[in-house]
């Protein structure tokens, strides 16, 4: 089929597994880095401004507003770019750099937040603050909230079509990160309502406030909740069965084993998903097949968790961390 636009080339994303010898279980990566825009967030980007334009918030040629650490932000510039609108991104320093550069280029319009704020700090609650007040201030703009959007959980409709079609055996467990919650309260939702024995593991960054632990800073991107944010509405805490915290060292050096074991380049916030999946695999928590998602690349991150000296100066290498994954793989 020949497509005649990128909107077209998001979703129908491969997906590749993982056996996890003498454990009756296997890990299935589903590899939404392959979206466009490079992470599963084109999804929920599209499907948040489909639904403002259908539903009269957006107007053709109007502006829409969003805080993003980049792939949502990467997402709605492509829908932006579509359907001939134009896109703020407010961002922050936490943000990988490469993301930013790549929402600029595809057209977005890139505003800081002010302040000084620590390298390992999320500003999310400034970044969410200026959003709102920009598109208050615009003349035909929207802010998309993600946060709170229903579109958000919606977009991922088709993701987990995919899966149960490309799963016909079955799927015992989804193992996912949550930031905003739209990817898990829209995936754990649907697959529990296929079957409601699905066993659903929320992942958030040790530091982050999601599950009631105490906050302190981290570098994951993109995912958890800093301290002093809000759960949006999106987040549904009843399909999720556990919470679980992942540090930034196991989340990092998963990533970094499975590109040099595996040949995938995932994220830091994807490999701190892929640890905890192996490691209720190991404990015998987990059996069968064991669904996790590729966020996004490492692509987005090779002047951070794929650089050596990068992670040495903030003490984030920690080789028992691939031997732990050895163990779990061997
Ligand atoms: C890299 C990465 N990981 C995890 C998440 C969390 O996803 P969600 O907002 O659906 O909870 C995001 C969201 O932006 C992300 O970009």
């Not at 003498?22 to 490079?38: D, Q, S, W």
């Not at 993003?68 to 936490?94: K, Y």
């Amino acid at each position: 089929m020949l497509h005649t636009t990128v909107m077209h080339l998001i979703g129908q994303t491969p997906v590749m597994s993982i056996d996890v010898p003498n454990r009756n279980a296997r890990m299935v990566l589903k590899i939404e880095k392959n979206n466009p825009g490079g992470s599963m967030k084109d999804r929920m980007a599209r499907s948040m401004v489909v639904a403002a334009l259908q539903d009269g918030r957006l107007a053709p040629g109007g502006t829409i507003v969003e805080s993003s650490s980049g792939n949502t932000g990467a997402g709605l510039a492509l829908a932006a770019l579509e359907f001939g609108l134009r896109f703020i991104a407010v961002v922050d320093h936490h943000a990988a750099p490469d993301k930013i550069r790549m929402m600029h280029v595809l057209g977005a319009e890139i505003r800081y937040v002010e302040g000084d704020h620590r390298e390992d700090e999320v500003a999310v609650v400034e970044r969410v603050r200026l959003a709102a007040q920009l598109a208050a201030q615009l003349p035909g703009a929207l802010f998309m909230n993600q946060a709170d959007n229903p579109a958000n959980p919606e977009g991922y409709a088709g993701l987990v079509d995919e899966l149960l079609a490309q799963l016909p055996d079955g799927i015992d467990a989804f193992v996912g990160c949550v930031g905003s919650g739209g990817s898990m309260t829209g995936i754990a939702q649907r697959l529990k309502r296929h079957s409601p024995v699905v066993r659903t593991i929320a992942v958030e960054p040790a530091g982050s406030t999601i599950f009631g632990n105490p906050g302190h800073p981290y570098y994951q991107s993109g995912t958890g909740m800093p301290t002093g944010t809000q759960a949006g509405k999106v987040l549904d805490y009843g399909c999720i069965d556990e919470g679980v915290q992942v540090t930034d060292a196991q989340a990092f050096e998963t990533a970094r084993y499975i590109a040099r074991r595996k040949g995938l380049l995932v994220g830091g916030s994807t490999g701190g998903a892929i640890y905890k999946a192996l490691e209720f695999i190991a404990s015998g928590k987990l059996t069968g097949t064991v669904v996790t998602i590729v966020i996004d690349g490492g692509e987005k991150y090779l002047r951070t968790v794929f650089d050596d000296d990068w992670m040495a100066k903030r003490f984030l290498l920690d080789p028992a961390i691939a031997a732990q994954l050895d163990g779990w793989l061997a």
